[in-house]
């Protein structure tokens, strides 16, 4: 990386530092005068040239230069400057008197058509931890000065950067290393420090730094050009450069091993790391530091990168298809599109224009997938050794030709599919993801696809380990050691061309009495039926949320924010909720094959499913402030141990699509019935309370099969009315649906409530239940009814295809 590059990069980061100190109650080393004002402007600037002293000798001139970002005289401070001002939007903040309590995006983002914004939601100023205290926001007002919130995340990013200055002390230590390290501390430090209302200092320096080095191109006359009006200047700063596999439902479900679970999480995790390796080989081709990532999650990624990289972006697109194409048959397709960034698009919600380009330009890449290669196309496409419709050379997983298929247990595999078997497994002991940069290296040959052949060509190795790697070698330009839980993360330290950092990763999987769970396993530990449950969720509206939510305060940085704040849900909390369904003294019942993004995968035992759908459902409407237009909508099937997992992954996803066709979403699909999620509660709670009158044996198995019965009834006469074109009254209501299955229901509760005296109260409560709403509780009622009677049945789990 060019020295220039790299200032830009550091400026950028630490430009703002001094305002963590200030909200402290930080002294600064000489009094707030009228010297000082007419040097710096602000007093968190002085600060931030005071915190020099914690950097590395060699780059605490950079620094200094930058703390002068309010009154700058130099050229390193006013590319500060006007980079400060761009990712801000606002011409000038006055960060001393800011707010001391960071709102959460979620306070920000109205989906059109979906009710107002929670107000008044602030995120607590405590270090990134996957705890509910430091990761939830709360309506607290007023929350306080945040003094002391503000010193002890002083106080941990000084000790953090004090062993990173001795471990880059010596001259000519690798910049890189240290801004990914850089990057970390700042993530968990100042995430939740606020730079201006609702965006936190990590995004406004990240964000500083990645334009920063966007404009470090530039000449004097042209930064000086771009200071002047840059919210009236149609100067491009950047491209935003935003990257998408497709594929992944094929990839992940087309695949027909029996119960191979870790298959689907090896797979899974596959396309993670591609995401992540194509990110970093573009940004090091264009000579980038990771500062200009602005977030990969979920298989997609986004950068910002100079305006002058197109043409090398566009060759740098040309490669990956290229590779992509040679290893995985067209299978997979990384679309990459790009749109720029005038200095005009950062100010007044003006960012959703290029938002809302680079997203089209997405599709277009989408729809003709490969295309940029052109006539090379059918050359790459055509492989002799892998067209010759040779059965014995034809994996039987993923059903493409290679030489090295091997036999492995009933099943004949490619190298890819076992290498990606072997990555879910390696996955369930690790405790760090070890990331190293290397020489890109891609051959032709007899491309195989094998995650390390992929990842290879884009200049990165990856492992797995259950401990921390010794030193890298010599082929290794940069070693990335990541925790995937926060014990790891403690043992950490900062090594020379080292980053180490936390990184979420949801991995949990069952440890069953013989060692390493299985899906049967799960299966047999469920309560009454022994069934698997497959579920799926994802958030609604998502894609609204982006292009139309933020309105007129749409910028990079809040667009980063909501991404992360979606993610941290999905890749960090769902961890610690799920494993509360393995504890250490009984039976494991849970396995995440999937969870990040704005989506999530698991399998389990099902009654546990149906358990932790409802907690990760009850705890993201809290995480959102009860968000009118953010919720989740899901499907979870049951299945025996038998049946495909694949498949069973597919029925899950079409339960989830039925769940979103209910008008509004935010609905469950359980047991082939789609209910929104109040009304699940609700009959979540009639299974316990319908459970423990049989329990108690106040109540025969015949109630539950006449609240069954009643539903069918009930379901039958919906659709048949629906059938007929009716469904809705003449005033437009829905149509309620009357039998003659409601007298008799009341008649058979009438003599059951006799027959059985001591549980006369909870039938009589059960008649009202059936009347209401017009008799359109029959649906929950009965779905109660039948998560009860699959509860308490008794089952030896060797049927076929469950419920
Ligand atoms: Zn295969």
Avoid at 21 to 39: D, F, I, N, T
Avoid at 148 to 162: F, K
Avoid at 688 to 698: S, W
């Amino acid at each position: 990386m060019a020295a220039p590059i790299f200032e830009a990069a550091l400026a950028g980061l630490l430009h703002d530092i001094g305002l963590v100190a200030l909200r402290a109650g930080v002294a600064p080393p000489q009094p707030w005068g009228e010297a000082q004002r007419e040097e710096f402007g602000q007093a968190h600037a002085l600060l931030s040239a005071a915190a020099c002293s914690h950097l590395p000798a060699q780059w605490q001139p950079v620094l200094a230069e930058a703390a002068h970002h309010h009154r700058p005289r130099t050229r390193l401070a006013r590319l500060v400057a006007i980079s400060e001002a761009l990712a801000t939007g606002e011409p000038e903040v006055d960060e001393d008197g800011g707010p001391s309590h960071l709102l959460s995006i979620f306070s920000r983002v109205a989906i059109p058509g979906q009710g107002a914004a929670p107000e008044g939601l602030y995120l607590p100023l405590l270090p990134l931890a996957l705890q509910k205290e430091a990761l939830f926001p709360s309506r607290a007002s007023p929350p306080g000065d945040g003094r002391a919130g503000h010193a002890a995340l002083w106080q941990g990013l000084q000790d953090r950067l004090a062993g990173l200055q001795r471990a880059y002390a010596a001259p000519g230590a690798d910049g890189a290393a240290y801004l990914g390290n850089l990057l970390h501390l700042l993530r968990q430090y100042t995430g939740c420090v606020p730079a201006g209302a609702d965006v936190s200092l990590y995004d406004h320096s990240r964000i500083t730094a990645a334009l920063a080095v966007c404009l470090s191109g530039c000449s004097d006359t042209e930064l000086q050009a771009l200071a002047q009006r840059p919210a009236e200047s149609d100067v491009p700063v950047a491209l935003v450069v935003v990257g998408d596999i497709s594929g992944v439902q094929d990839f992940i479900y087309t695949i027909t091993p029996r119960g191979a679970a870790s298959a689907l999480r090896g797979r899974s995790l596959y396309l993670q790391l591609l995401s992540d390796a194509v990110a970093s080989y573009v940004l090091a081709r264009l000579g980038l530091p990771p500062t200009n990532l602005i977030y990969s999650s979920g298989g997609r990624f986004c950068l910002l990168v100079p305006p002058a990289a197109a043409a090398e972006l566009a060759e740098l697109r040309r490669y990956v298809s290229r590779v992509l194409l040679a290893h995985h048959a067209g299978a997979l397709y990384m679309a990459l599109g790009h749109a720029s960034l005038p200095a005009s698009s950062f100010y007044q919600g003006r960012f959703a224009g290029p938002w809302a380009e680079v997203n089209a330009a997405l599709r277009r890449s989408k729809d003709r997938r490969f295309s940029e290669l052109g006539a090379e196309l059918h050359q790459l496409l055509f492989v002799p050794w892998r067209d010759q419709g040779n059965e014995e050379r034809e994996c039987q997983v993923c059903h493409l030709e290679h030489p090295r298929c091997r036999q492995e247990g009933e099943l004949r595999k490619c190298p890819a599919c076992r290498a990606l078997e072997e990555l879910g497994e390696a996955l369930r002991q690790a405790r760090y993801l070890c990331l190293d940069e290397v020489a890109p290296s891609f051959q032709g040959g007899e491309p195989a696809g094998t995650p390390q052949e992929v990842l290879a060509a884009f200049g990165m190795r990856a492992r797995l380990l259950d401990e921390l790697p010794p030193p890298a070698g010599p082929d290794v330009e940069r070693r990335h050691v990541l925790a995937l839980d926060d014990e790891a993360a403690r043992l950490l330290e900062p090594a020379p061309r080292c980053v180490v950092g936390r990184r979420f990763l949801v991995n949990v999987t069952p440890v069953g009495p013989h060692g390493v769970g299985r899906t049967g396993d799960l299966a047999g530990a469920s309560q009454g039926v022994k069934r698997l449950g497959v579920l799926r969720l994802d958030v609604d509206n998502l894609g609204a949320a982006f292009s139309a939510g933020l309105g007129a305060r749409a910028s990079l940085s809040r667009v980063a924010a909501l991404s992360q704040a979606i993610d941290q849900y999905f890749e960090g909390w769902v961890e610690v909720l799920a494993r509360e369904y393995n504890p250490s003294d009984s039976p494991h019942r849970a396995y995440s094959i999937y969870s990040g993004g704005d989506d999530l995968f698991f399998v389990g035992s099902w009654d546990a499913m149906a358990g932790l759908a409802r907690r990760i459902n009850a705890d993201f409407a809290e995480y959102t402030g009860y968000h009118p237009g953010l919720h989740l909508s899901g499907g979870l099937v049951l299945v025996t141990e038998r049946y495909p997992l694949y498949q069973a992954a597919r029925d899950a996803g079409q339960a989830e699509e039925e769940a979103k066709l209910l008008p509004g979403k935010n609905a469950f699909c359980f047991l082939g019935q789609t209910l929104p999620w109040p009304t699940l509660e609700r009959a979540a709670d009639l299974t316990g309370r319908l459970r423990e009158l049989l329990k108690a044996g106040k109540v025969s198995r015949g109630l539950l099969r006449l609240l069954i019965t009643t539903q069918a009834a009930y379901e039958e006469a919906r659709l048949r009315t629906l059938r007929e074109g009716g469904g809705h009254t003449l005033t437009g209501q829905p149509q309620g649906y009357y039998g003659p299955w409601v007298p008799r229901a009341q008649y058979m509760l009438a003599r059951m409530a006799e027959l059985h005296r001591s549980a006369a109260r909870e039938i009589g409560e059960l008649q009202e239940l059936l009347r209401e709403d017009d008799y359109r509780a029959v649906a929950w009622v009965g779905l109660a009814a039948r998560w009860a009677e699959l509860l308490t049945r008794e089952d030896s789990g060797r049927e076929e295809k469950g419920a």
